[in-house]
Each structure stands twice: as structure tokens, then as C-alpha cells.
């Protein structure tokens, strides 16, 4: 049996870069895209109070909720939908801590760190978990499909049951069969051996028209 020794889950998560540093947007999505995420949607906008109560509406109660819905509103903003394994994880860790003085202090290299100037004017934002990037990469690109992800172990399983059993059956027939076009052999191959899909040849048809 082939072990798959590596594997790549992706997933989505939203960032926004603030009004206090959208003037260094273009910036930012380069070391973005250096760091290995892509950028899937993107928009500039300018949110009124209204809507940044409703997406800080996690917020509300909080003694600095009416600064932060001030503050978002007071100019254009800068929203995307980043991709890559293990995005939301990732792009918190290179944002850094919301406080501007732990972030300089544990993480000068960090995002929050280089381009923050206070708690509230801190540059940048991420999802803090992917049910919380589901909820705001919806709230701001209202026609995204966002699929659920399999855990590791579901696709694992998935694979070792449906998958590589049957590619290996195929690729054992290829060897036997050795014909002239082995990648198109090998295709008809699996349409015609899917376990997920009932099997139909002639000799049924013909039966079936009696």
C-alpha cells in the first residue's frame, strides 16, 4: 500500500487592512504573497457606523466598541479573501497581538508591530477562527460558497477507502494491458470502474430490451 506523505489543506480566512494604513495596502499584499497565501477576492470600500456595528457586533458592550465602529468607518478600507493551508492560523501569527505594546515587544517583526500605532489603530485584522472567517468572508463577499472542510482523519479515510484501492487495481491493469495511450487507457479505466457509480454495459442494456 503507497503512503501519501504529504498533504495540503487549504483553507480561508478574512483580513482587512484599516484605514490608518490603507495607503500601504499594496505593501502588505506583497508580503501577503510572499508568504505564500493567495489572494481569492478583494474589495475597497468605506463601511458607515451601521455596518461596522453589525460586523463588531461581538464587540458590542465593550467600553471601546464606540471608537472601534468610529474608527472603521472614518475612511476606506481594504478586504480580502486569503488561501492557503492553514491560513487563519497563520496570517494571526503574522498580524501579531491586537496590543501594539506586547506585539513591538514579543513580535517586532510582526505586522501590528511595524505598521500599528495604537490598540485601536492597529492596521490590520484577521479571522480569529475559521468559523469566525466563514461569518465575515460572508459578510463582506455575500455570494461566496464556502464548502466545509473534512478533517484530516475524514479525508484520510476517504482516500485509503474509495481512492487509492482503486487507482492501484487501474495502475496494476495498465501494466498488464500495457496499451499505446496509457493516460487515456487509465481514465476510461477508472470512469468505467467507479464503486461510486452503477456499473451499465451492453449486455444489460440488451437484457433490459427483451
Not at 13 to 24: C, F, G, N, R, W
Request: with cysteine; proline share 7%.
Amino acid at each position: 500500500m503507497y503512503e501519501i506523505s504529504q498533504r495540503i489543506y487549504v483553507e480561508r480566512t478574512l483580513a482587512i487592512i484599516k484605514p490608518d494604513v490603507v495607503h500601504k495596502s499594496e505593501e502588505i499584499e506583497k508580503v501577503i504573497l510572499k508568504a505564500g497565501f493567495l489572494i481569492l477576492q478583494k474589495r475597497r470600500l468605506l463601511l458607515s457606523p451601521e455596518q461596522c456595528s453589525e460586523f463588531y457586533a461581538h464587540q458590542y458592550g465593550k467600553l471601546f466598541f464606540p471608537s472601534l465602529t468610529a474608527f472603521m468607518s472614518s475612511g476606506p478600507i481594504v478586504v480580502m479573501t486569503l488561501a492557503r493551508h492553514n491560513a487563519v492560523a497563520l496570517w494571526k501569527s503574522m498580524i501579531g497581538p491586537d496590543n501594539i505594546t506586547v506585539a513591538k515587544e514579543t513580535d517586532p517583526e510582526c505586522l501590528r508591530a511595524k505598521y500599528g500605532t495604537s490598540d485601536l489603530k492597529n492596521g490590520l485584522h484577521g479571522s480569529d477562527t475559521f468559523s469566525a472567517a466563514v461569518r465575515e468572508i460572508r459578510f463582506f463577499f455575500p455570494n461566496t460558497v464556502i464548502e466545509p472542510f473534512p478533517s484530516k482523519e475524514q479525508t484520510e479515510e476517504y482516500l485509503s477507502v474509495n481512492v487509492i484501492p482503486v487507482l492501484l487495481r487501474g495502475l496494476t491493469e495498465l501494466c498488464k494491458e500495457k496499451p499505446l495511450h496509457p493516460c487515456i487507457w487509465l481514465a476510461d479505466w477508472l470512469l468505467n470502474n467507479d464503486p461510486s457509480q452503477p456499473q451499465i454495459n451492453a449486455g444489460n442494456i440488451l437484457e433490459g430490451e427483451k
